[in-house]
């Protein structure tokens, strides 16, 4: 592989039929798991135009697009290139070829994580400027689950221009040199994990922090003790709903950090170390593992989040009579902003 990207090095070669079948399964379970969440929470629950739900069903979107690309850029053939246009053959080696659009769209779900995780620290450490920014008003919030697209495939254009024909294939253009690698190495590992990864425990922290620091200094006050039995079992409903999405959110931040560490560890390694060994089924199970993320989150929120156990009790009849935690149910006219 030499200086070449060797992540990219791997992608391009055939795959064993091992790996084929890993590979089918998870993009399986993640089409019908997001599938199945996009489907709830847009049909099944109510509040579906709350900042929150938007970016989870904006998340399940993106792991059901990158579960497709899955099967589309790894287990199709690639096509040839044509030699009569070179122009056509660059833009195919760069965009599809490259598995650019696959890698992109796992760049954006990281990010959209990131937007979730942002939502959250605002809505609990600064409800009023929360609740009093338009741009977080429907249907304004819609961009919200715009800006990981954007920046995420905006981002990832330079794997694309990395990648040129060369004698009618398409390689990966060689660094300019060790140092140039290194750099590489370390801005890859930086903005792709540990800055999401760092962002995330630092924001969960301030909102475990906040809301504790809520619970010491909450006070019966004589308008509490004037509210009827109704508003006092809404108020607390609210609170356990919000602490729920926070378990959830938090728990689906870990999974991801889990799930992407050991691939990580192995790509940047790969980088700095100056040689093209490294042990092969312990790379493939490091890919493995950071793909198995794109079906996790759905199998999170069927244990973890409240308000998709109730959406798919709604979904499924089979489920009706089996109880889950209990919850009060919440009006309709309950704005999402305030209430989570």
């Known amino acids: 592989m030499g200086d070449q990207d060797p992540m990219a090095e791997w992608h391009l070669t055939n795959l064993s039929l091992g790996l084929k079948i890993a590979y089918g399964v998870i ?10 969440v996009i489907y709830v929470l847009t049909h099944m629950v109510k509040l579906r135009k709350g900042n929150v739900n938007i970016l ?6 993106i792991d ?42 796992i760049i954006t779900s990281s990010l959209n994580l990131v937007c979730l995780t942002c939502e959250r620290y605002f809505a609990i450490v600064y409800p009023f400027k929360y609740r009093s920014c338009s741009i977080l008003e429907w249907p304004k919030s819609l961009l919200l689950a715009c800006l990981p697209w954007v920046v995420g495939y905006t981002y990832q254009s330079y794997y694309a221009a990395m990648h040129i024909v060369q004698d009618g294939r398409c390689v ?9 690698q290194i750099v ?14 760092t962002f995330m425990i630092i924001a969960y922290a301030r909102i475990y922090k906040t809301l504790r620091d809520e619970l010491i200094c909450h006070i019966p006050s004589g308008n509490s003790r004037n509210k009827t039995n109704h508003e006092q079992l809404m108020e607390k409903n609210n609170e356990r709903t919000r602490r729920n999405i926070i378990k959830t959110l938090l728990l689906v931040s870990l999974v991801f ?4 560490a050991l691939n990580e560890v192995c790509y940047f390694y790969f980088n700095v170390s100056g040689t093209t060994h490294i042990n092969e089924t312990l790379y493939n199970v490091s890919v493995c593992l950071a793909f198995f993320n794109m079906c996790a989150n759905p199998i999170i929120y069927t244990f973890k989040y409240r308000r998709f156990q109730e959406g798919l009790r709604q979904a499924l009849p089979c489920l009706r009579r ?8 919440t009006t309709s006219h309950q704005s999402p902003e305030v209430s989570v």
Do not use: H
């Open 257 to 260: 950090g889990v799930c992407w």
């Open 184 to 197: 590489y190495a370390i801005f890859i590992l930086t903005v792709t994990y540990l800055f999401p990864l």
């Open 27 to 36: 993009a399986s379970l993640g089409i019908i798991g997001n599938g199945l």
């Open 56 to 61: 989870i069903v904006n998340q399940s979107i």
């Open 172 to 180: 990966v253009n060689e660094f300019s040199s060790r140092g140039a």
């Open 64 to 105: 059901l697009v990158t579960s497709i690309l899955l099967i589309l850029c790894f287990l199709t053939p690639e096509p040839d290139l044509p030699a009569s246009s070179p122009v056509a053959a660059r833009f195919l080696c760069s965009v599809w070829n490259s598995k650019y659009l696959f890698w992109a769209t």
């Open 322 to 329: 089996t109880e889950m935690t209990p919850t009060t149910p």
